[in-house]
């Protein structure tokens, strides 16, 4: 039911959790190329970071549904609507870049 749906453990298909790096990632497949958008808890909060997520899966699937291929098309799109960071980022704490780099 509901209740189970919001516990953390229980997540949107093609939304993880990245312990390392604390942040929730919309990922999909298109034509075999992976598609991952991500979206830090140091930037949007917890439960800010989720729903960001979780709301980016659902346009992926749409766009996928819709017919769209072009990944690279696709990933621009949906970093300008959902303002999510598109690769890793320096800012781990356990990262060796210095953040002055």
């Not at 346009?59 to 799109?77: I, N, P, S």
């Not at 800012?91 to 780099?101: D, K, M, N, T, Y």
Request: glycine share 10%.
């Amino acid at each position: 039911g509901g209740v189970e749906e919001r516990r953390q453990g229980c997540r949107p298909e093609g939304v993880t959790w990245e312990k390392t790096g604390r942040r929730w990632i919309a990922n999909i497949s298109v034509q075999n190329r992976p598609l991952h958008l991500y979206f830090p808890v140091h930037v949007y909060g917890k439960s800010g970071a989720l729903q960001k997520a979780t709301e980016c899966r659902k346009e992926m699937v749409r766009m996928k549904e819709a017919g769209r291929t072009d990944v690279e098309g696709m990933k621009a799109e949906l970093q300008k609507k959902f303002k999510s960071i598109g690769k890793p980022t320096a800012h781990l704490r356990c990262s060796s870049v210095p953040l002055s780099a």
